[in-house]
C-alpha cells in the first residue's frame, strides 16, 4: 500500500462544474497536508495546506480534511479549462520537514 | 525576487559518466531537497539537507549524492550514471518555520 494515494485519472469535467479531487493517506500521525498543481512539462506548485479537520477555503479552492477517515480532497468550484494540470497532493509524516506525496490526479477541464 | 534556479535544464550524457545537478535558492532557506518525477511514481525523494554540512538520505538514494557547502546550494552528483537514472530531476526549498517547499524548474536528464 503507497503512503499516499491518488486516482491517477483523468478527471473529466466541464468548464463551470465542481471538480472533487481526493487523497488518502496510511500514517494516522501525519500532520500536514498540501495540494500542488503541476502543468505538463513544469514543475509544482503549492495551492494550499491543510493542518486541521474540516474545510479551508482559498478562492475558488477547498481543501478538505478528515483525519478519523484519513483522506485530503480538494475542491475547484466553477472549473476553467486553465485548471486542466496534475493536481499532486503530498503529506508531512512526521516532525521532519519531508514530505510524501502521491503520484497525482490528472484533471481535464473541457470547455 | 528570491528564486530557486537548477541547471543544466536538459542533459544528455552517456552510461557510467559522473554528472552533477546544480540547484541554488536565494531565499535563504536551510532545507532542500531533491526529487526525481518518473511517470507512474510520482516525486520520490533522493536527498535532503536541513542546513550546511548536513545531508541526508531518502527513499531512492543508491547512486546518489549530495553536499551542503553553503546555504544557497545543494549539488545532486550521479556517481556512475545508469539508464535508470534517466528522468526528471526537481530541487525543493523550504524554510525551517514553514513546511511548504518551493520547486525549481527542473532538470531533464537522458542517460544513453
Known amino acids: 500500500q503507497k503512503e499516499v494515494e491518488q486516482n491517477s485519472g483523468p478527471l473529466s469535467v466541464p468548464e463551470g462544474a465542481i471538480a472533487s479531487l481526493n487523497c488518502t493517506y496510511s500514517?494516522?500521525?501525519?500532520?500536514?497536508f498540501f495540494w500542488y498543481r503541476q502543468y505538463s512539462g513544469k514543475s509544482p506548485e503549492l495551492i494550499m495546506f491543510?493542518?486541521?479537520?474540516g474545510d479551508k477555503e482559498d478562492g475558488r479552492f477547498t481543501a478538505q480534511l478528515n483525519k478519523a477517515s484519513q483522506y485530503v480532497s480538494l475542491l475547484i468550484r466553477d472549473s476553467q479549462p486553465s485548471d486542466s494540470a496534475t493536481y499532486l497532493c503530498?503529506?508531512?509524516?512526521?516532525?521532519?520537514?519531508?514530505?510524501?506525496f502521491g503520484s497525482g490526479t490528472r484533471l481535464l477541464v473541457r470547455p | 525576487d528570491a528564486e530557486i534556479t537548477q541547471s543544466p535544464r536538459h542533459k544528455i550524457t552517456e552510461t557510467g559518466r559522473q554528472v552533477t545537478l546544480a540547484c541554488h535558492q536565494t531565499?535563504?532557506?536551510?532545507?532542500m531537497f531533491w526529487y526525481r518525477q518518473d511517470l507512474g511514481h510520482g516525486l520520490r525523494l533522493i536527498h535532503y539537507?536541513?542546513?550546511?554540512?548536513?545531508?541526508n538520505k531518502g527513499e531512492v538514494s543508491d547512486g546518489y549524492s549530495v553536499s551542503r557547502s553553503n546555504t544557497e546550494d545543494l549539488p545532486l552528483t550521479l556517481e556512475s550514471a545508469a539508464s535508470s537514472q534517466t528522468s526528471v530531476y526537481f530541487c525543493?526549498?523550504?524554510?525551517?518555520?514553514?513546511?511548504?517547499?518551493?520547486f525549481g524548474p527542473g532538470t531533464r536528464l537522458l542517460v544513453l
Open positions: 525543493a526549498s523550504s524554510s525551517g518555520a514553514q513546511e511548504t517547499q518551493y
Open positions: 500514517d494516522r500521525g501525519s500532520q500536514s
Open positions: 491543510i493542518y486541521s479537520n
Open positions: 503530498a503529506v508531512r509524516r512526521d516532525s521532519s520537514y519531508k514530505l510524501i
Open positions: 531565499w535563504n532557506h536551510n532545507n
Open positions: 539537507s536541513y542546513g550546511v554540512q548536513d545531508t
